[in-house]
């Protein structure tokens, strides 16, 4: 009988807590559904329409950070002006382009790799990041691979850290180019779930277009994740991610 009141405080702290969740993801739809009607207006008003911006994950989740998409015919500095016209707007987090990957600010244009490049380097050289065939969903195996990269990069929080999807040249590139993004976006993400912080890292997909040294295109061993620390300085936030060649 003794256990009957525990009962009820524990049921009473599930409801609440399920409440919190479900007000919580009601809360974030409307915040995502707000966001994208500002860049939307913003978007028209600048005479830039055929871009978008969508604020919502690859797993359909509403995010404060958009994707931005279309505009391929524009010239880049229209692009450019889109992705920082949808950035200033109060609220929005970091910018991403479908086709394209971000950039720290900096005033200088050499980068100097450090020690943590060789670190990771030795932990690639004999394992690789795997992937579900055709996805980016990332195997189980590739956990304990990951956790060892984030180790390895610890020491460097601080540095601009690029995650670089590369594919063989096995489909059409479009498909290529966003397959090894979408890779990248999920390295990145697991670095993140690991401790690396979100403000330093950097997601790119090239597709075939950078295959191996002494490898053809077509060959499998090009389907890999390339990680580049290159630079130790203060990373000033610039959530504006620029194109990517087309």
């Not at 991403?96 to 060789?118: I, K, M, V, Y």
Request: glycine share 10%; with cysteine.
């Amino acid at each position: 009988m003794k256990s009957r009141p525990v009962f009820t405080i524990a049921l009473g702290a599930l409801l609440v807590g399920v409440l919190g969740y479900v007000g919580s993801q009601q809360g974030a739809q409307s915040m995502a559904q707000r966001l994208e009607q500002r860049s939307k207006a913003a978007i028209s008003q600048a005479g830039l329409e055929p871009i978008t911006a969508q604020f919502q994950s690859r797993h359909g989740a509403p995010t404060r950070h958009p994707m931005l998409a279309g505009g391929e015919g524009l010239d880049e500095g229209k692009r450019d002006r889109a992705a920082k016209l949808v950035a200033s707007l109060p609220g929005v987090g970091g910018v991403s382009w479908r086709d394209g990957w971000a950039n720290a600010a900096s005033d200088e244009s050499n980068f100097e790799p450090l020690h943590c490049q060789e670190d990771v380097q030795g932990l690639l050289r004999e394992r690789s990041v795997r992937f579900e065939e055709g996805s980016a969903e990332l195997l189980p195996a590739s956990d304990l691979l990951l956790r060892e990269v984030a180790e390895a990069l610890r020491p460097c929080l601080g540095a601009i850290i690029a995650v670089t999807g590369h594919t063989d040249r096995s489909g059409p590139e479009p498909a290529n180019l966003e397959l090894s993004m979408d890779r990248a976006r999920s390295v990145r993400e697991a670095l993140i779930q690991r401790g690396i912080p979100r403000d330093g890292l950097r997601a790119r997909g090239v597709g075939s277009s950078e295959p191996v040294e002494g490898l053809t295109p077509e060959d499998p061993a090009n389907r890999r994740i390339e990680f580049s620390v290159i630079r130790i300085e203060p990373v000033t936030p610039t959530p504006v991610d620029t194109p990517g060649p087309r």
